[in-house]
């Protein structure tokens, strides 16, 4: 008895060129998911962790402002330091989430960025709106504000509220002080008149 085999049972072992090509779409497919995962659950919640403690923003603006003020950690010098863009910032976030820094063990990097890796693509919180914060938008933003206001400082509306009211008094002391001063010109021109008149009247009547 002869036996038949198909001839699509006579398939080569190795992998073909194309089945690699399939899988690295598959993966790339699965990156391209992940992200649009992260655009999904951020929309629905844009309460934004601070980056070094429990407090809860609802902006990222708020929360870098937070940082500054908070913890002596201004973002936006150090980006600029470190050159961060859209991606390393990404990596950065991820970094800083997964470890846990401190804000003075962050400024203490000056160089070499740890986080420059793919291994920091991936998002550490799915829910993160950090990650898909624009932050080469804010950058800019913040290069304008600092640019146009170099020669003003911003301080809170009730110190400022302070400094008028102790501006508009000292005006006021001012001005009364000013009208002290007129008030004794005008009595100093009366007396010396008067002391004119005296001694013109003292010689007027003297004998000789």
């Given at each position: 008895?002869?036996?038949?085999?198909?001839?699509?049972?006579?398939?080569?072992?190795?992998?073909s060129?194309?089945?690699?090509?399939?899988m690295?779409g598959?993966?790339?497919?699965?990156?391209?998911?992940?992200?649009?995962?992260?655009?999904?659950?951020?929309?629905?919640?844009?309460?934004?962790l601070?980056?070094?403690?429990?407090?809860?923003?609802?902006?990222?603006?708020?929360?870098?402002?937070?940082?500054?003020?908070?913890?002596?950690?201004?973002?936006f010098?150090?980006?600029?330091?470190?050159?961060?863009?859209?991606?390393?910032?990404?990596?950065?976030?991820?970094f800083?989430?997964?470890?846990?820094?401190s804000p003075?063990?962050?400024?203490?990097?000056?160089?070499?960025?740890?986080?420059?890796?793919?291994?920091?693509?991936?998002?550490?919180?799915?829910n993160d709106?950090?990650?898909?914060?624009?932050?080469?938008?804010?950058?800019?933003?913040?290069?304008?504000?600092?640019?146009d206001?170099?020669?003003s400082?911003?301080?809170?509306?009730s110190e400022?509220?302070?400094l008028?009211?102790?501006?508009?008094?000292?005006?006021?002391?001012?001005?009364?002080?000013?009208?002290r001063?007129?008030?004794?010109?005008i009595?100093?021109v009366?007396?010396?008149?008067?002391?004119?008149?005296?001694?013109?009247?003292r010689?007027?009547?003297s004998?000789?």
């Amino acid at each position: 008895m002869t036996t038949i085999m198909n001839s699509s049972a006579l398939v080569n072992e190795e992998e073909s060129p194309e089945s690699t090509d399939t899988m690295e779409g598959v993966e790339e497919s699965e990156s391209d998911e992940e992200w649009e995962n992260i655009d999904e659950a951020v929309s629905f919640s844009y309460q934004t962790l601070c980056l070094f403690c429990t407090e809860v923003f609802n902006s990222a603006e708020l929360m870098f402002a937070h940082c500054e003020t908070g913890h002596i950690f201004d973002a936006f010098n150090f980006f600029k330091k470190m050159n961060v863009n859209a991606i390393s910032y990404i990596q950065f976030i991820n970094f800083i989430r997964k470890h846990k820094l401190s804000p003075s063990a962050v400024m203490h990097i000056s160089t070499a960025c740890p986080w420059s890796t793919d291994f920091y693509m991936k998002p550490f919180d799915l829910n993160d709106p950090l990650l898909v914060f624009d932050i080469e938008g804010y950058m800019e933003e913040k290069e304008n504000e600092r640019t146009d206001g170099k020669d003003s400082v911003t301080i809170p509306n009730s110190e400022f509220q302070t400094l008028m009211q102790e501006l508009t008094s000292q005006t006021e002391r001012l001005k009364n002080a000013y009208d002290r001063i007129d008030r004794m010109k005008i009595l100093w021109v009366g007396v010396i008149d008067w002391l004119v008149s005296w001694v013109g009247c003292r010689f007027v009547l003297s004998p000789e």
